[in-house]
C-alpha cells in the first residue's frame, strides 16, 4: 500500500519507467503535450533513436480539453484524451521511448546535448527539442475552476470562437493576447465584454488592438472590474463582476475566456537558451540583434527556424516567443533538414547533423490510423551511445488492447500483437 504517494512512485507501481535506461540518444524531447509528441512521431519514424521526458500525464493542456475542434482530420471533433492516446500509441509504435520524469537541466558537452532529469540522470543527445508549453494563470474563483471546459476557458478562445455564433461571452485581460482573442471572437460572438482590472487597455496592450478594439462594435471594454464568481449547471451562465465605481452585478454569460497571463516552463533553463522578458524560448530570426546573431552563436549558418541560441536544441509549441497558443501550431513534422543541418555545421565538428530532426511547426497532423489490421511494434532503434551491450528497451505499451487491433501504416510486417 502507499500512502501519499508521490508521481514518481505512483507511476513506479504502475509500471511506466520513471527514469531514462540509456545514456544517450538521437534525440530527448521535452514535455509531451501535442508539440512534444508531434515531434516524438516525426523524429521515431524517421528511424531517430527518441526519448520522450514528461513529469505529469502526458498529453499537456490538450489532454484536457473535452472536445478539440480544429484538429485536422477530426471533422466532429476529438477529445483531448483520445488525441493524446493516439499519438502517444503513434509515437510509441515507431520506437519512441516516454518515461515520466522531469527534465531539469540542459548543457553542452562537446558535440553533445546533456539533459539531466529530477532523479539525477543524465542522457546524451545528438539534438534536443524543448517543448514543456505553458501554464496559464488560474483566476482563483472556485465556481468557475469547477465549470473549465464548460464554457469557461484559459487560452483556447482561437478554437472556440466559431462556437460562440451569436452568444455574449466575456474576456478576462488586458495584454494582447486578451486583445486578439476579443477581436477574433467578436467575428462570431454576438457580443464580447473585455473585463479588464486596471484603468484601461493602454499600459499592456499594443496601440494597433486597441484601435482595433475602438473600432469594432460589439466588442466591450469594462475597466476597474474584476469576475469575483460565476454560476451554471453543466455550463456557464451567469458571472458576478465587481466594478470598482459601480458596485457588484450579475450578467448572463455564454463563455469566459480567460486570458490573464501563460507562464512557460523554462525556470528550469540555464542563460545558455536565450529567452524573452516573459521566459519564452526565442528562436531562428526572433535571435537576432541587429542584424547579428546570438553572442556566441559557433556556426557558419544562422540558427535554424526553431532552432534556440545553443545549436541543435529547438523548441516546438506554446513554449516558444510569439506561438500561436493553439494545437495547429505546435504539430510537427520532420523535414529533411539534416543536410542544411550538417552541411553548414561542417565547420563545427562539434555538432555532426541529425538525420530528418529539424520540426517545423504547422504542417502536419495526427491522424486517425484507418483501418484494423493487427500490428505489432518495431524493435525500437537501439540508442548508438548506450555503453556497450545495452539497448533501449521498448517502453511497457501505454495503450489499451485497443491498440493492437490498429494498423500500424509503416508496417508492412502484418505480423500480430
Ligand atoms: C482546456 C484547453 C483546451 C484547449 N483546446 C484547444 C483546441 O480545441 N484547439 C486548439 O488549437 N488549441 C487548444 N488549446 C491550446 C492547446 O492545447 C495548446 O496550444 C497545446 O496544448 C500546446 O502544446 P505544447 O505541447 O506546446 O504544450 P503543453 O500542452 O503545455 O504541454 C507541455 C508538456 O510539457 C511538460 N513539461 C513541462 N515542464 C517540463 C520539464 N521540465 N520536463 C519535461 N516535461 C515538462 C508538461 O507537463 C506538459 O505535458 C486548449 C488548451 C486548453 C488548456
Known amino acids: 500500500m502507499l500512502v501519499d504517494p508521490s508521481h514518481a512512485e505512483l507511476m513506479t507501481k504502475l509500471g511506466v519507467r520513471t527514469s531514462p535506461d540509456v545514456h544517450g540518444c538521437d534525440v530527448v524531447i521535452i514535455g509531451a503535450?501535442?508539440?512534444?509528441?508531434?515531434a516524438a512521431v516525426y523524429a521515431a519514424s524517421e528511424g531517430l533513436s527518441t526519448l520522450v521526458l514528461e513529469p505529469a500525464v502526458p498529453g499537456g493542456q490538450a489532454g484536457t480539453s473535452s472536445l478539440i475542434r480544429n484538429y485536422l482530420g477530426f471533422q466532429r471533433g476529438v477529445s483531448g484524451e483520445d488525441l493524446t492516446n493516439?499519438?502517444?500509441?503513434?509515437?510509441?509504435l515507431f520506437g519512441a521511448?516516454?518515461?515520466?520524469?522531469?527534465?531539469?537541466?540542459?548543457?553542452?558537452?562537446?558535440?553533445?546535448?546533456?539533459?539531466?532529469?529530477a532523479d539525477g540522470s543524465e542522457v546524451a543527445a545528438r539534438a534536443v527539442i524543448i517543448a514543456t508549453?505553458?501554464?496559464?494563470?488560474?483566476?482563483?474563483?472556485?465556481?468557475?475552476?469547477?465549470?473549465?471546459?464548460?464554457c469557461v476557458f484559459y487560452g483556447a478562445a482561437g478554437a472556440e470562437a466559431l462556437a460562440m455564433a451569436g452568444r455574449d461571452v466575456f474576456v478576462v485581460g488586458a495584454g494582447n493576447s486578451a486583445g486578439q482573442a476579443a477581436i477574433h471572437l467578436a467575428k462570431y460572438a454576438s457580443?464580447?465584454?473585455?473585463?479588464?482590472?486596471?484603468?484601461?487597455?493602454?499600459?499592456?496592450?499594443?496601440?494597433y488592438l486597441i484601435t482595433e478594439i475602438s473600432k469594432t462594435a460589439n466588442i466591450d471594454v469594462r475597466p476597474g472590474t474584476e469576475v469575483i464568481d460565476g454560476a451554471g449547471r453543466s455550463t456557464l451562465?451567469?458571472?458576478?463582476?465587481?466594478?470598482?465605481?459601480?458596485?457588484?452585478?450579475?450578467?448572463?454569460?455564454?463563455?469566459?475566456?480567460?486570458?490573464?497571463?501563460?507562464e512557460p516552463h523554462t525556470e528550469w533553463l540555464e542563460s545558455n537558451v536565450e529567452r524573452d522578458g516573459r521566459g519564452f524560448i526565442l528562436t531562428g530570426r526572433d535571435l537576432y540583434r541587429a542584424g547579428q546573431p546570438p553572442v556566441g552563436w559557433p556556426l557558419k549558418r544562422p540558427p535554424l527556424l526553431i532552432e534556440t541560441s545553443m545549436p541543435g536544441v529547438f523548441a516546438a509549441g506554446d513554449v516558444r516567443h510569439r506561438s500561436m497558443k493553439q494545437l495547429v501550431a505546435v504539430k510537427a513534422v520532420?523535414?529533411?533538414?539534416?543536410?542544411?543541418?550538417?552541411?553548414?555545421?561542417?565547420?563545427?565538428?562539434?555538432?555532426?547533423?541529425?538525420?530528418?530532426?529539424?520540426?517545423?511547426?504547422?504542417?502536419?497532423?495526427?491522424?486517425?490510423?484507418?483501418?484494423?489490421?493487427?500490428?505489432?511494434?518495431?524493435?525500437?532503434?537501439?540508442?548508438?551511445?548506450?555503453?556497450?551491450?545495452?539497448?533501449?528497451?521498448?517502453?511497457?505499451?501505454?495503450?489499451s488492447a485497443r491498440t493492437c487491433a490498429r494498423r500500424y501504416q509503416a508496417s508492412a510486417s502484418g505480423r500480430s500483437c
Not at 133 to 150: F, S
Request: some cysteine; aromatic content about 4%; proline content about 11%.
Open 334 to 399: 520532420p523535414c529533411r533538414q539534416s543536410h542544411r543541418h550538417g552541411e553548414n555545421d561542417a565547420a563545427n565538428p562539434d555538432h555532426p547533423p541529425v538525420n530528418g530532426l529539424v520540426s517545423v511547426p504547422g504542417t502536419a497532423a495526427l491522424a486517425p490510423v484507418p483501418d484494423w489490421r493487427p500490428v505489432t511494434r518495431p524493435a525500437a532503434r537501439p540508442c548508438s551511445w548506450a555503453g556497450p551491450g545495452t539497448r533501449a528497451r521498448p517502453a511497457r505499451r501505454p495503450a
Open 33 to 38: 503535450g501535442p508539440a512534444g509528441l508531434a
Open 191 to 207: 457580443s464580447v465584454t473585455m473585463v479588464v482590472r486596471g484603468p484601461g487597455l493602454s499600459s499592456s496592450m499594443s496601440g
Open 133 to 150: 508549453g505553458v501554464t496559464w494563470r488560474r483566476l482563483g474563483v472556485p465556481t468557475l475552476e469547477a465549470l473549465v471546459g464548460a
Open 237 to 262: 451562465q451567469t458571472l458576478t463582476l465587481r466594478d470598482k465605481a459601480t458596485g457588484t452585478t450579475q450578467v448572463p454569460a455564454a463563455a469566459l475566456f480567460l486570458m490573464i497571463g501563460a
Open 97 to 117: 521511448n516516454i518515461v515520466i520524469t522531469r527534465a531539469a537541466k540542459l548543457t553542452a558537452r562537446g558535440p553533445d546535448r546533456m539533459v539531466r532529469t
Open 86 to 92: 493516439r499519438a502517444i500509441e503513434q509515437a510509441w
